[in-house]
Nanobody, 117 residues
Framework: VQLQASGGGLAQAGGSLRLSCVLSGSAFGMNGMAWYRQAPGKQRQLVARISRGGNTKYADSVKGRFTISRDNAKNTVFLQMNSLKPEDTAVYYC????????????WGKGTLVTVSS
């Protein structure tokens, strides 16, 4: 299983970016997909997660601004990021799990999001 994230870049505060992550390989059984981020000098944190059935969970810091969605037919998960803030600057990683949200089974390489003030 491989995860390929894309869509990062530079945005101004208040702007938007959309991240995509394609899951390839033996994708069958990967029920949960999520986005994490890690800012310089900080620990990696969950941004949002979505189950195969569409149940979602968000970090408090992004609620109302970010939306996670997925296209099961294309094994793709998206993160729509609106009203971006400088504190959203981080490397964003997508991850997939077959069962446990605690231990994600697969991780993609990160994509850098930089938000300027």
């Amino acid at each position: 299983v491989q995860l390929q994230a894309s869509g990062g870049g530079l945005a101004q505060a208040g702007g938007s970016l959309r991240l995509s992550c394609v899951l390839s390989g033996s994708a069958f059984g990967m029920n949960g997909m999520a986005w994490y981020r890690q800012a310089p000098g900080k620990q990696r944190q969950l941004v949002a997660r979505i189950s195969r059935g569409g149940n979602t969970k968000y970090a408090d810091s992004v609620k109302g601004r970010f939306t996670i969605s997925r296209d099961n037919a294309k094994n793709t998960v998206f993160l729509q990021m609106n009203s971006l803030k400088p504190e959203d600057t981080a490397v964003y990683y997508c991850a997939a799990t077959g069962s446990s949200w605690i231990d994600m089974d697969y991780w993609g390489k990160g994509t850098l999001v930089t938000v300027s003030s």
